[in-house]
């Protein structure tokens, strides 16, 4: 009996070419998406997210194409429940992205909470969290961060009074240059 080879069937030729091709196709495009994005790049395409809840209609997460006031949010959520009680707000700050602003309808005033969105929307928006404020809990959100490693970073934060620029954190043990690439883009220092 005669061995054949694998060039000897045309089909079988063909079908590895075609599997080399798409393996160094493949490979070409991996080697592209590990190098680090542009800093000047927003994750989140440039628009500005805001979470709205207190005493309004629709409470909810909002974009908007540059940072919104007071008065956009409010339009944008459908105003407060309570209308009659409408107060005049003077103080219309706008609103950066990764907000989160509770607005609350009171006899003679409107008051506003004004904070920062979880961790979690913040990612899941493609909005930066900040390293030297963001807590442990906001930390494991981080792709490849478990909950020791996020105490760690806390922990590391505080002995040195904060961290001076991002790729400080590779100090801290189980964080190397591969997954420090892969946290870069979503991370800032503020």
Do not use: C, W
Request: glycine share 12%; no cysteine; aromatic share 6%.
């Amino acid at each position: 009996m005669k061995k054949r080879k694998l060039h000897d069937n045309p089909a079988l030729a063909g079908t590895g070419a075609l599997l080399l091709l798409l393996f160094l196709i493949a490979t070409n495009f991996l080697k592209g998406s590990n190098s680090l994005p542009d800093p000047g790049i927003s994750l989140s395409g440039g628009k500005v997210f805001v979470e709205v809840s207190g005493d309004i209609r629709l409470p909810g997460v909002y974009r908007f194409d540059g940072p919104p006031s007071l008065r956009e949010l409010m339009a944008r959520s459908e105003g407060l429940i309570a209308e009659e009680k409408i107060v005049p707000f003077s103080v219309e700050p706008p609103f950066e992205s990764g907000s989160y602003v509770e607005i609350r309808n009171k006899p003679k005033e409107i008051s506003l909470q004004i904070g920062e969105m979880s961790a979690f929307y913040r990612m899941t928006l493609g909005i930066p969290i900040s390293i030297n404020n963001e807590s442990a809990d906001g930390l494991v959100s981080l792709p490849g961060i478990g909950s020791r490693t996020a105490e760690a970073i806390v922990e590391e934060r505080t002995r040195r009074g904060g961290f001076e620029k991002l790729s400080d954190i590779q100090s801290i043990r189980g964080i190397g240059p591969g997954l420090y690439r892969k946290i870069r883009p979503y991370l800032v220092l503020r």
